[in-house]
Nanobody
Framework: QVQLVESGGGLVQPGGSLRLSCAAS????????MGWFRQAPGKQREAVAC????????KYGDPVKDRFTISTDNAKSTFFLQMNSLKPEDTAIYSC?????????????????WGQGTQVTVSS
């Protein structure tokens, strides 16, 4: 049984940092492209970051480039999203995901496995 479990969300002030974790079980991370998505109230789910299985470097959504970093620890079957210089517009539910295809995809419907989501709130 495949499970993705996020942790690390919470309330942070603008300009602060958070690190989200996604612990995977039932899959081998190096066999999957792994992504983070977010969804704010009243908005569509959007791609935040992804590491493609095929290599070639991580991909980021334009709103988070140069502020967020995705990384993996295959030995611990965990991947991360380091979020720096957070802004109120980053407030959303963040979810981790995985798909077997070698490349990243901004379309969330192409990802098969999902975590339950973790709330990130950026507010003073």
């Amino acid at each position: 049984q495949v499970q993705l479990v996020e942790s690390g969300g919470g309330l942070v002030q603008p300009g602060g940092s958070l690190r989200l974790s996604c612990a995977a079980s039932g899959i081998t991370l190096r066999d999957y492209s792994m992504g983070w998505f977010r969804q704010a109230p009243g908005k569509q789910r959007e791609a935040v970051a992804c590491i493609p299985r095929s290599g070639g470097g991580a991909k980021y959504g334009d709103p988070v480039k140069d502020r967020f970093t995705i990384s993996t620890d295959n030995a611990k079957s965990t991947f991360f999203l380091q979020m720096n210089s957070l802004k109120p517009e980053d407030t959303a539910i963040y979810s981790c995901s995985a798909r077997r295809a070698g490349l990243c995809d901004r379309n969330f419907q192409s990802y098969y496995y999902w975590g339950q989501g973790t709330q990130v709130t950026v507010s003073s």
